[in-house]
């Protein structure tokens, strides 16, 4: 069985000594309307934040290319307020995320 090293910085430790584990994400900022290959190869969405966004603009998820498998498809209200959008989920092919519509700004967090 190989043994796993973790890197520096990886493992924390709290005040009684106990392990905690620490997630960390990759992230692509969209502020244009679009079509953007977050990752282009199997991975995890944990987030998408929308910073801002013009009512009826809309976000399309996909797992693969355009017109593959939909993972969320998300239209916008005109809210000022930043929100984010949990989602936790596995893409087993590539991370692509359609933007369409005009003033929106997203942060797309995943693995």
Do not use: C, W
Request: charge should be negative.
């Amino acid at each position: 069985m190989p043994k796993y090293y973790p890197s520096q910085g990886e493992i924390k430790m709290d005040d009684d000594s106990n392990v905690l584990v620490s997630q960390s994400f990759s992230y692509e900022h969209i502020s244009t309307a679009t079509t953007t290959d977050v990752k282009s190869s199997a991975g995890s969405l944990h987030s998408i934040t929308i910073n801002s966004a013009t009512a009826g603009s809309k976000i399309v998820v996909f797992d693969g290319e355009v017109g593959r498998q939909i993972i969320a498809e998300i239209i916008t209200g005109s809210n000022t307020d930043p929100i984010s959008l949990v989602y936790d989920v596995d893409f087993d092919t590539q991370l692509t995320i359609v933007t369409s519509g005009s003033a929106q700004d997203i942060t797309v967090a995943y693995k």
